[in-house]
């Protein structure tokens, strides 16, 4: 089946669902055993079948089919949010003295977890500035368990060169983890240009109404964890789940099953029903709002382009991008809905003076969204700091929602008027 009825009707059995059409919230923590036996092969993970819904819930089962199948995976798993879905996504493949090594352009929280968060647990990640495949591969060691990159940066909207990126982790017999978060697998399928893992943070785009929190993770299912002795957590036994070795008895699943099995039951940062429910119903039109974010995106970018008032605009499919290039290679049906640009006037006045754009900290909303960094999120860093993190005093950040684009354009212009008073 092709994107669009997978997102609409993918893994649907009406007669299990009481021929209930839309599938139902299974709002239970616990099942019944049919026996002894079928409790022991369900602890044993020997066969398949729900315990307990931090592990397994049918509300969460169908969005992580449908998530796996639109990304072109081998499975699936659904987590409480994005933060909790890359921490598990690395926790997977590491411990204490190993490292990581990703891009400094990534997400603020991903980049708080990494250079603070799991440092204190010994996990040692080192950021490079940019895409230059050989800066990357200079910091390569044997500890290195994982490349990490975005396939669209949040701020900074670059485009992540994938293929490369991901033969270096090859040459090296370590996977390429993707977060595709801001392009969602409608505009970019990480997997198809070499990546082995994709996190998603599935509170934006893919529920998309910016009223349920969730992540993902996604198997690509093709990389070899016993090629080496770098992923003993895989290819040896593990004694929790008395010798069963996820590499081995899972196949191509043995990753994600591991991640489920071993971190989310530890963990505990399943994602509840009800939101998985919500992300349901989000990513059934998944595909017809990311048409719409995508062209109110690039119309507005063209038309701020051309604004008199604007000092710059950073939106990958506008022809001056650094990154059009690779926005062509990555982004075929669009390049989703974040823009940023800077105002000539009072960045203060600017943000106060819009209506339609709520001044908010989140992106892949149905609504219009802006961010001013420098007023908010980045508030306390320094301007050598601001410069750094590529965020200047008059940098703002918009999420484009499905707004009729007059209406969009009309509240921006208007604002920039009031900010030059
Ligand atoms: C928001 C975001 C996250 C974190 O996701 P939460 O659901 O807020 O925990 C991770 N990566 C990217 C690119 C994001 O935009």
């Known amino acids: 089946m092709k994107f669009e009825t997978i997102a609409t009707q993918g893994f649907i059995d009406l007669k299990k669902q009481n021929h209930s059409i839309s599938h139902p919230i299974y709002a239970n923590t616990a ?99 940019g895409d230059n495949i050989s800066d990357w591969e200079k910091e390569i060691t044997n500890k290195t368990k994982c490349l990490y990159t975005e396939t669209i940066g949040n701020p900074s909207i670059n485009v992540a060169d994938i293929e490369p990126l991901a033969k270096l982790a090859h040459k090296y017999g370590i996977p390429l983890i993707v977060d595709n978060t801001v392009a969602t697998p409608y505009l970019c399928r990480p997997f198809e240009f070499g990546a082995d893992i994709v996190v998603h943070s599935t509170t934006k785009y893919l529920s998309g109404h910016g009223n349920a929190m969730g992540g993902a993770i996604i198997d690509s299912g093709k990389f070899d964890w016993g090629q080496n002795d770098k992923f003993k957590c895989l290819t040896t036994p593990d004694e929790s789940y008395h010798g069963l070795t996820y590499n081995k008895d899972f196949g191509d699943l043995g990753y994600i099953v591991k991640c489920r099995a071993h971190l989310v039951r530890d963990l505990g940062c399943c994602q509840s029903p009800f939101n998985a429910y919500l992300t ?52 075929k049906n669009g390049a989703s809905s974040l823009l940023a640009f800077g105002v000539e006037g009072n960045g203060r006045k600017f943000i106060e003076a819009l209506k339609l754009f709520i001044h908010a900290t989140n992106l892949g909303d149905i609504r219009s969204i802006i961010t001013y960094p420098a007023g908010t999120t980045h508030r306390q860093l320094s301007d050598e700091q601001l410069k750094q993190a590529g965020i200047s005093k008059d940098f703002m950040r918009a999420s484009i929602g499905l707004e009729n684009i007059d209406d969009i354009i009309n509240d921006i212009d208007r604002a920039i008027e009031i900010s030059r008073k």
């Not at 398949?48 to 449908?66: F, H």
């Not at 997400?107 to 040692?124: D, E, V």
């Not at 950073?314 to 690779?326: A, R």
């Open 31 to 129: 099942y019944s055993f049919d026996s002894v036996d079928y409790a022991v092969n369900l602890f044993d993970l020997k066969q398949e079948g729900d315990i307990y819904t931090r592990l397994t819930n049918p509300s969460n089962d169908i969005v992580e089919k449908r998530i796996a199948a639109l990304e072109n995976g081998s499975g699936a798993l659904l987590t409480s949010s994005g933060m909790s879905a890359i921490l598990v996504a690395i926790l997977n493949i590491t411990q204490a003295g190993d490292e990581i090594i990703s891009t400094d352009k990534i997400y603020g929280g991903t980049y708080n977890l990494f250079i603070k968060t799991l440092k204190q647990f010994g996990i040692n990640v080192k950021l490079i500035s």
């Open 280 to 331: 349901m119903l989000g990513l059934e039109t998944l595909h017809v709002r990311m048409q719409r974010h995508c062209e109110n995106a690039l119309l507005l970018a063209e038309h701020l382009e051309k604004h008199p008032n604007v000092n710059w605009v950073n939106y990958p499919l506008l022809k001056s991008n650094v990154n059009y290039d690779l926005a062509q290679k990555y982004l």
